[in-house]
């Protein structure tokens, strides 16, 4: 059970370049989330998607587009990087309890670097 | 959206009790609230989550009053590996993602 993947753990972009950023999840869930964290700063939702099939836009969607292939596996791309989207991008799956809140599983993050 | 303030830094020595407070004024009826732990280079890691008064884990307590309108993360005996920033998230158990919010979260150091 590994939990929450994502490739790749580092990405160098020269401006304009497109790239897409995967993200898997073995936990059977059906949400998953895609954030960016800028340095000392807390995390911002990109993109969400609450179940297979369907996504929509969080805080800060300009610039970036997400697939959900199947259960599995949320996508992230960049079709055009710019500078300002050198961050850390982490992307989460989220365990739904009856009557409780939502708990969410993050994986360790892509470090991109738009020179 | 359940706005959250959490002090930017704490320093506390080993051993000690550390008390994170977390202010939500407008937390909504449906919300909860969730502490995560992150590590320099690492994902945040869930913490703890309740929705009134206390929970306690293994890990921590979670102290949450009446009027909701706050909460504390109490971590028992701290060492040097809880060094770490803390988030303190409220959002539905249900309803859109974009509801949820992390806030910049709490620089807990801890000394020797």
């Known amino acids: 059970n590994a939990g929450v993947t994502q490739t790749p753990k580092f990405q160098v972009l020269k401006t304009g370049q497109s790239m897409t950023l995967q993200c898997a999840q073995d936990?059977?869930?059906?949400?998953m989330y895609w954030y960016r964290q800028d340095p000392g700063m807390g995390l911002r939702l990109i993109y969400y998607s609450a179940s297979e099939g369907t996504t929509d836009k969080g805080e800060v969607p300009n610039g970036y587009n997400v697939s959900r292939l199947n259960k599995r596996e949320f996508s992230l791309r960049l079709e055009s990087a710019a500078p300002s989207q050198t961050s850390v991008y982490f992307c989460?799956?989220?365990?739904?309890?009856?009557?409780?809140?939502?708990?969410?599983?993050f994986g360790p993050g892509t470090r991109l670097l738009v020179l | 959206l359940a706005k959250t303030t959490q002090p930017i830094s704490m320093d506390s020595y080993e051993g000690q009790e550390v008390n994170i407070t977390c202010s939500h004024n407008?937390?909504?009826?449906?919300?909860?609230i969730t502490w995560y732990q992150q590590f320099p280079s690492q994902g945040p890691r869930f913490i703890i989550q309740g929705y009134k008064t206390k929970v306690t884990n293994e890990v921590a307590s979670l102290f949450i009053p009446a009027d909701r309108k706050s909460s504390t993360l109490s971590l028992p005996r701290v060492s040097l590996s809880d060094t770490a920033v803390y988030y303190c998230?409220?959002?539905?158990?249900?309803?859109?993602?974009?509801?949820?919010?992390f806030g910049s979260g709490t620089q807990l150091t801890v000394l020797p």
């Open positions: 407008n937390i909504a009826t449906n919300d909860y």
């Open positions: 989460a799956s989220i365990l739904r309890g009856t009557g409780q809140g939502e708990t969410q599983y």
């Open positions: 998230l409220v959002g539905p158990s249900s309803g859109s993602a974009r509801q949820l919010t």
């Open positions: 936990m059977n869930h059906n949400s």
